[in-house]
């Protein structure tokens, strides 16, 4: 295990922005505290929370875990993360979005990974879980990568990188500047700011390791409304049943074998290939044309994604 930051400061700080959630955000809670590095401080950010989410922090009675309340809803990711990355004390950054969970050595080898000094920032392997309606076995999850358009290990744009799955120095998060309001760019704050982290020269490496578990509200209408089923609950107890990374390995190689043989995905390699570097020189995210095709102009993805949610 790494050796904890000098000067009684954290080794990692993960900062996770949270909005009336708090049926989600317990279990995105509860996945950093059974991480196997202990080192780490959890900052949550309510954007303006009128729920029970304060209470449900408080309820983990962990000293590393802190929330705090903005005074006004800015109704996106930006100014809570911004507000986050401001009270990291941490030699090590990252994030955790409310509806995600971490593996048990997620942290820890991240922070290996980052150590090797390969990279300035590292995007960890994540699985998608799909959504599903009853309690099941590991086995009967429906999990896929979020589909990578190539195999290397480089960041490439034209994919898309949950900052849940980001782990840089905090230093390298200073230097690229904060989040941008979503009213500033056709792709989402996140996207955006990791394209301006590769225009700037960072080193963005892509890890093979599965190390996050993705739950997309996006992908479940209503999300953000607390229901009788939890899925998040469900998959957390998953987590610990034997040989669940294999299982989930295993589902995610036969995900990845159908994905190969769609049209969808032939034509995003396509895409890719023959437009992102020429739109990467252009200073052009590569999925800016399609977001506004998609969902209209600027902040649209993020209107589209709060309807869907709710």
Wanted: with cysteine; aromatic share 10%; net charge positive.
């Amino acid at each position: 295990m790494a050796e904890a930051t000098p000067g009684g400061r954290p080794l990692v700080s993960i900062v996770t922005a949270t909005y009336n959630a708090s049926h989600l955000l317990r279990f995105a809670i509860k996945s950093v505290v059974q991480s196997t590095l202990a080192d780490w401080e959890l900052i949550v950010v309510g954007d303006h929370c009128t729920d029970d989410s304060e209470q449900v922090v408080a309820g983990f009675g962990d000293p590393r875990i802190r929330f705090y309340n903005l005074e006004r809803n800015s109704g996106q990711q930006a100014t809570p993360n911004n507000a986050g990355v401001a009270r990291a004390r941490g030699r090590y950054l990252c994030f955790l979005n409310q509806d995600d969970m971490f593996l048990p050595g997620h942290l820890a080898s991240m922070v290996a990974a980052m150590q090797q000094g390969e990279a300035d920032i590292i995007c960890a392997g994540y699985a998608v879980i799909e959504p599903f309606q009853s309690p099941c076995t590991a086995a009967q999850l429906t999990v896929n990568n979020g589909g990578p358009v190539f195999r290397d290990r480089a960041y490439h744009p034209s994919r898309w990188y949950l900052a849940s799955c980001w782990f840089m120095a905090r230093e390298t998060a200073a230097a690229v500047g904060p989040w941008r309001q979503e009213s500033q760019s056709l792709v989402t704050p996140s996207q955006e700011w990791l394209f301006r982290a590769c225009r700037q020269g960072r080193r963005i490496v892509c890890s093979d390791a599965v190390s996050l578990l993705v739950l997309y509200s996006g992908a479940r209408k209503g999300a953000y409304r607390e229901s009788g089923f939890s899925e998040h609950g469900h998959v957390f107890a998953l987590m610990s049943s034997p040989g669940f990374t294999d299982t989930l390995a295993a589902s995610m190689a036969t995900s990845e074998r159908r994905l190969e043989r769609t049209l969808s995905r032939r034509l995003r390699r396509l895409y890719a290939f023959v437009c992102e570097p020429l739109l990467k020189r252009l200073g052009i995210h590569p999925l800016a044309p399609e977001m506004r095709v998609r969902y209209g102009g600027r902040g649209g993805f993020v209107r589209r994604w709060k309807q869907l949610t709710g």
